[in-house]
Every structure is written in C-alpha cells, then in structure tokens.
C-alpha cells in the first residue's frame, strides 16, 4: 500500500521517426518503441509491400528480428542503465542498413552472426 501511495507517474516525451514517409510517435526507453523502430527501419528497405510479402518476406522479418532482440539485448530502462548508444542505433536508419547487409535471402545463420560477432566494426569504429 506504500509503495502504491508513493507512486509517481514519470512523464515523458514520445520518441518521433519517419519510416516511408510517416511520422512514428513512439514510447521512449524502456518500451519496445525504439527496437520497433529498427524493425521497421530494416524492412523498409524492402519494396513493400512485395518485398515482405509471402515465404520470402517472412524470412527477411525473421532475421530481422533477430538481429533487432540481439540489439536489444544491450537496451534497458534509463534509470538503471546507460542506454544512449543503443537508442540511438535503434534510431539511426544507417545502423538499419548495416544490419540489412547481414540478412541474406538464400540462408539463414547461427547467433555469432548477430551484433556481437559480425557488426564490430560498427561498434569500433
Ligand atoms: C548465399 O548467397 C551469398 C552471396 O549473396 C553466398 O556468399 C552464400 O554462399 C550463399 N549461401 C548459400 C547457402 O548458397
């Protein structure tokens, strides 16, 4: 009951992208706002909607995925951690084309492929 009483509504302001030509307001850190800005920011480099459509659509947004919840594996809440650096990659439509380059159409591949193996370049440079 304390802790209810104690409660305090934190406001914050919504975080804004533009993905094929629309506005996206989404919730900030620690929601899943940013990472599905990143999704969205890698297939929209697909045509769409033919691009994402049947088997082969299905797969790009798998891998996609994949790639995104390994980002997110570094995302947290800005109270307790820092998260700057990912929420502004998740952000950034050029981190989404890096990640586009390592989803292949012709196969799949094992978790060393994702952030922490193939895209240290990004994070080194
Ligand atoms: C998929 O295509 C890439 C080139 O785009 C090639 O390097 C790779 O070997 C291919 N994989 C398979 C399983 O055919």
Redo the contacts with the bound molecule.
């Keep these: 009951m304390k802790d209810l009483q104690s409660y305090k509504v934190k406001l914050k302001e919504p975080i804004s992208a533009n993905i094929l030509g629309c506005k996206l307001l989404v919730m900030p850190p620690p929601s899943g706002g940013p990472p599905m800005t990143l999704m969205l920011n890698i297939l929209a480099q697909y045509a769409i909607p033919s691009g994402v459509s049947g088997p082969l659509g299905l797969h790009r947004e798998i891998e996609a995925l994949k790639h995104v919840f390994a980002v997110r594996m570094n995302f947290g809440d800005p109270d307790f951690v820092h998260v700057s650096t990912v929420l502004s990659d998740m952000l950034s439509p050029k981190f989404a084309k890096e990640l586009k380059k390592q989803i ?4 799949t591949f094992d978790p060393s492929h994702l952030v922490a193996g193939k895209l240290l370049h990004w994070y080194n440079k």
């Design positions: 292949f159409d012709n196969m």
